[in-house]
């Protein structure tokens, strides 16, 4: 009876293993060729077991499953690394992580398909193996130190013992954290953590490509960074050699588990688990952010420039907002703040200019210009936020750095000429403030969250729907419709004007869709339509943006209103250079390239001082591929979309260019590129193509409400410019950067061939019908 019993036990024990699927199944920390786990199988670190991997959800409720390793012997489940961080599986039963015979490790989602991949090239068997360090290795099965491939090489977002942050000099690869994109979302986020590569022994926090410096090693502490010191607990290691440059640390107590995390914030945080209190932070390092200060020598470390104040997503915002110097209602006008002993900041766009008041009036006259500087060098002047500014130490001396900061008239006269604000503090955002005071705050926020349900993240806010439902009175005012759906015009309490977007259609779990929102939310441009926040409840979907009292584009081309008016060629030209900055942005400054997918005068809206502002970026994600729903074109006639949308090719961002281009041509004539007359058309690029290439009589292509007052030169440089952003094959369209510099003078624009869909139009004669003034419709009627 005694041996019935104990091999019901065996049978049992094997039934829970192959049903169960618990780790005790799986072995050592190892996999060997032809095994794989799913599900909540699991692998455990060899030796202690202080490590283990396996799938796991990003947060209770998400349908979304990752490969990744995480603190076994801690209470809270931490994640410490991810595989396919950008790729999630919807089902981790019917996926699996298996070791191949050609000696990779790879994932397989339910079709089988390999998601991702350790990408060896050999084809000797290797075995996978889960270190106790918490490092994921693949390696020789007779020499278990030879190691192929580790997961150490190829960090995610946070740094533990044993980890390098560096730069292989021979591969040129380079090992960096890159933040997740929120909390729950493992992606890859905005922000990374880096040694310079260019050589500088240095660390840089990344974001959008722009670069924060943060501390040199000396040989024993990277300066600006005291914390990151070797003492008596940490052993910190900066290694320097002809192979490799990199930074690592290790306890002297192994006992201790701590973890540097790269937040999605941009912030370097410090923090050692204590079982009584959980994660505790220790120190934390943050970004200064725009038109703040970093000040290595003093506290706080990270002030507002004088005339702003914090934004809680970091950074700082004015308090008063710039007149523009052309347009000042109230004939106040904007002005400048003399700061000395600045670094300067990063991104300076040198003007050649021959003298410091030259040099200041570029950057009066300019909407966009936040502040300049004038120095043997010559006149710099930056746009947008002021980013990586430095207060330095000492003053006086003939290499000082001078900043000037444009600021309004009004915030002007609240400040002494020793920069000091009369009867109030400065603005600081410091680094060690924030680092003692973070976990407090935190707790405030969901507090907060929880009483008012009007949530900031980022300086996106959480609006619930009746908000939105008082703020647009029911909906009432209705400003405009689209694919993406209706906008209509709202009032906040605090009086802000705004436009309300209600999105229709949309299949977007509530996860996805704040992901992309928080995407969204981080992108800020002069000439992007700036989000102020977002409603999430049940199926409704709506985005709060600023609100834009001079309306869209099309309404200033088209509509014939004899109050309305008439765009001159001056404020048509800086339309045309600002969209495609804003194009160019998107395209080519964000970490991942965003594709408008739907540019028309429609989406091109103007602010108050008519400047142009690029509207539903970011939203193309929200619908995806299936754009025949909600773009709008003429019927039976080539409208914004470029050939490979009608061909079904994958699209670039040159269907952005394609689209700006036929754009462009409305702009010129201020009137749809396309007419028609009972069975003939007009298309207007076709009459461009021809000036252009022919007789060279361009300026009849102008709205004839403008009665020929243009620059020839400019009109003969947006045709051409408009004429190459049409080409059929999208290798010869310009870029959007490239068409910045080609309207800027930068780059010299040379006449474009006459596109095939073109040619074969205009064999077409008996169907076509030329533009001329006046337009074909009017004729008709």
């Given amino acids: 009876m005694g041996e019935r019993k104990r091999a019901w036990f065996f049978l049992t024990v094997l039934f829970l293993c192959f049903f169960l699927s618990t780790h005790l199944c799986i072995g050592a920390g190892i996999l060997s060729v032809g095994e794989s786990i799913s599900g909540n199988q699991t692998i455990v670190s060899e030796g202690d077991g202080k490590f283990e991997l396996g799938f796991f959800k990003s947060c209770n409720n998400s349908q979304n499953h990752y490969i ?136 840089v926090i990344v974001r959008n490509r722009d670069k924060f410096w943060s501390g040199t090693w000396n040989g024993n502490v990277f300066s600006f960074i005291p914390e990151i010191r070797s003492n008596d607990i940490y052993n910190f290691t900066f290694v320097l050699n002809q192979k490799e440059d990199y930074f690592t640390y290790n306890f002297y107590n192994s006992s201790i588990i701590s973890r540097f995390v790269l937040t999605e914030l941009g912030q370097i945080q410090l923090l050692t688990w204590q079982e009584d209190v959980g994660w505790k932070l220790l120190w934390l390092y943050a970004l200064c952010g725009g038109f703040a200060t970093c000040n290595q020598y003093g506290f706080p470390m990270c002030e507002c420039l004088q005339g702003f104040t914090p934004c809680t997503s970091g950074g700082c915002k004015r308090n008063t907002p710039l007149q523009c110097q052309n347009n000042a209602s109230n004939g106040e006008k904007d002005g400048f703040l003399k700061i000395s002993n600045m670094g300067l900041p990063i991104n300076p766009q040198f003007v050649a200019v021959g003298s410091a008041r030259a040099c200041e009036l570029t950057c009066l006259n300019s909407c966009y210009c936040s502040a300049y500087a004038y120095d043997i060098h010559g006149c710099s002047i930056w746009e947008g936020d002021l980013l990586n500014l430095e207060r330095l130490s000492g003053g006086g001396s003939t290499s000082e750095k001078v900043l000037y900061l444009k600021l309004a008239a009004s915030e002007l006269s609240n400040w002494t000429s020793g920069g000091n604000k009369k009867g109030s503090a400065t603005g600081a955002i410091g680094g060690s403030v924030i680092g003692v005071l973070a976990l407090l705050g935190l707790l405030v926020v969901l507090v907060w969250t929880r009483r008012r349900r009007n949530l900031v993240e980022g300086c996106l806010v959480t609006f619930s729907y009746r908000d939105l439902q008082i703020a647009t009175k029911k909906f009432s005012e209705k400003l405009g419709g689209g694919g993406f759906g209706s906008v209509f015009k709202g009032t906040l309490p605090d009086s802000t004007v705004v436009a309300v977007k209600k999105l229709e259609g949309l299949g977007q779990g509530e996860k996805q869709f704040r992901t992309e929102v928080s995407t969204i939310g981080m992108i800020q441009h002069v000439n992007l339509v700036r989000l102020r926040g977002f409603c999430c409840e049940g199926t409704k979907r709506l985005l709060v943006y600023d609100f834009m009292p001079k309306g869209s584009l099309d309404f200033h081309l088209f509509h014939e209103e004899k109050d309305s008016k008439v765009l001159d060629w001056k404020t048509r030209y800086q339309i045309a250079l600002g969209t495609a900055r804003g194009l160019a942005y998107l395209h080519e400054k964000c970490r991942d390239c965003i594709i408008h997918c739907d540019i028309k005068p429609e989406n091109i809206l103007l602010d108050s001082e008519l400047c142009p502002k690029v509207a539903d970026f970011g939203l193309a994600k929200f619908v995806g591929r299936e754009f025949s729903r909600v773009l709008t074109t003429i019927r039976g006639t080539v409208g914004y979309l470029a050939p490979e949308w009608v061909t079904g090719m994958p699209i670039t961002a040159k269907a952005d260019v394609y689209s700006y281009g036929m754009m462009l041509f409305e702009l010129i004539s201020g009137r749809r590129n396309i007419e028609s007359v009972g069975q003939k058309f007009g298309y207007f690029p076709i009459w461009v193509a021809r000036k252009i290439n022919e007789d060279g009589e361009i300026l009849s292509l102008l709205d004839h409400m403008l009665e020929g007052n243009a620059d020839l030169e400019e009109l003969n440089k947006v045709c051409k410019v408009a004429s190459w952003c049409i080409q059929d094959e999208e290798v010869q369209r310009p870029s959007m950067g490239l068409v910045v510099q080609m309207l800027e003078g930068i780059v010299e624009v040379s006449t474009p061939p006459i596109p095939r869909t073109l040619q074969a139009i205009m064999q077409n004669h008996e169907h076509i019908v030329f533009f001329s003034e006046p337009s074909i419709s009017n004729q008709n009627s």
């Fill in 68 to 203: 990744g390793i995480w603190y076994r012997k801690i209470s809270e489940k931490t994640i410490v690394w991810v595989a396919n961080r950008d790729r999630p599986l919807s089902d981790d039963y019917s996926s699996q992580l298996k070791m191949l015979e050609d000696g990779n490790l790879v994932i397989l989602d339910s079709l089988k398909t390999v998601i991702w991949s350790t990408k060896l090239t050999s084809t000797f068997s290797t075995e996978a193996a889960l270190l106790d360090s918490g490092n994921l290795v693949l390696r020789n099965p007779s020499n278990s130190s030879d190691f192929i491939w580790e997961s150490f090489d190829h960090p995610t977002h946070t740094l533990f013992p044993g980890v390098k942050i560096g730069l292989n000099k021979v591969t040129n690869q380079s090992q960096r954290l890159i933040s997740w994109k929120n909390p729950k979302d493992p992606g890859k986020g905005f922000f990374s953590f880096e040694l310079d590569p260019a050589g500088t022994s240095r660390f």
